[in-house]
């Protein structure tokens, strides 16, 4: 039996020598006194964020900056994606006071830009949607000059449950696609790419802003890289975010490659060549990073 060896020399999902990571990929950890007062902040009103649950590399760079994704509908997801750090597990029943909770946090760091995202509620009727509006509707309450942004899961294709979502009015809806169709299957098993693409074409044909991302070295190619940002701008994603995997243990998805700087740059000129309107392309970047860097609050 033969298989294709990857750029990391690897066979399969089993990788044949441990990469160095560069040094584009390092990041200094703060003691910045913010960095304690946004962690205190979080923990005291009983709030979760995707940067401590995912492990984001830019958490000590945003947490220092008085800023953080909100992680709704607690932080147990009913899938298990290989490349996520957030658990699968028994699910809790959503917590009602959680959209004022959140509410009061970005009221608290002043945010101009409020980004929220979930774990993923197949078990929930609605996917989590209800919840997702009224915590919208909370924030704008709360904060009405700034911008709000919803990265959300794709409700097992429920169009009621995106239009809940919708009515609520954000500025940006994001919904990921993570890699090329061709990995799905060992990558992101639960999930449809095509699903993924027709949220966003409802959203973008709703006249809402759609936004898109996905990371490299999984296993794709440059090739599938360019087919997926060509799939996203036809579904009328004017955001695309692209940044490098990094795997949150060993016993996630491996590792293929390390994706050099120049590369991204390459990446994001193509996804502009295409007329996409925003292409965040670069190592570290997460879908949540710099979000406000492409709204304008008053538009």
Not at 5 to 13: R, V
Not at 108 to 133: K, P
Not at 197 to 216: I, P
């Amino acid at each position: 039996m033969t298989c294709k060896t990857s750029a990391s020399g690897s066979c399969g999902d089993k990788p044949q020598k441990a990469m160095r990571m560069p040094s584009w990929l390092r990041r200094p950890l703060a003691s910045d006194k913010r960095f304690f007062s946004t962690t205190g902040l979080v923990d005291d009103l009983g709030l979760f964020t995707v940067c401590k649950a995912a492990n984001c590399p830019n958490r000590q760079e945003c947490y220092s900056a008085g800023t953080a994704t909100f992680l709704i509908l607690g932080e147990t997801c009913t899938r298990n994606c290989r490349f996520c750090n957030i658990h699968p597990g028994q699910t809790a029943l959503p917590s009602p006071d959680e959209p004022e909770r959140v509410a009061k946090a970005a009221r608290t760091l002043g945010l101009r830009h409020i980004v929220i995202t979930s774990v993923t509620r197949d078990d929930l009727e609605d996917g989590g949607a209800g919840h997702f509006a009224r915590t919208i509707a909370a924030v704008r309450q709360s904060l009405p000059q700034s911008s709000i942004e919803v990265l959300i899961p794709d409700f097992q294709g429920n169009e009621q449950a995106l239009r809940t979502v919708m009515d609520a009015e954000p500025h940006v809806i994001n919904h990921n696609v993570e890699t090329h169709p061709a990995l799905y299957s060992k990558v992101r098993p639960q999930a449809r790419y095509e699903q993924s693409l027709e949220l966003l074409r409802r959203v973008h044909a709703a006249g809402r802003t759609a936004k898109s991302g996905l990371m490299v070295g999984l296993g794709e190619t440059d090739e599938q890289v360019r087919e997926v940002i060509r799939d996203l701008h036809a579904a009328g994603c004017s955001i695309i975010t692209i940044g490098q995997y990094l795997p949150p243990s060993k016993e996630h998805h491996p590792l293929d490659r390390y994706v050099t700087p120049e590369q991204f740059e390459a990446y994001a000129d193509y996804g502009k060549s295409l007329g996409v309107t925003h292409v965040f392309s670069a190592p570290l970047v997460r879908s949540s990073y710099q979000a406000g860097s492409f709204v304008q609050p008053d538009a």
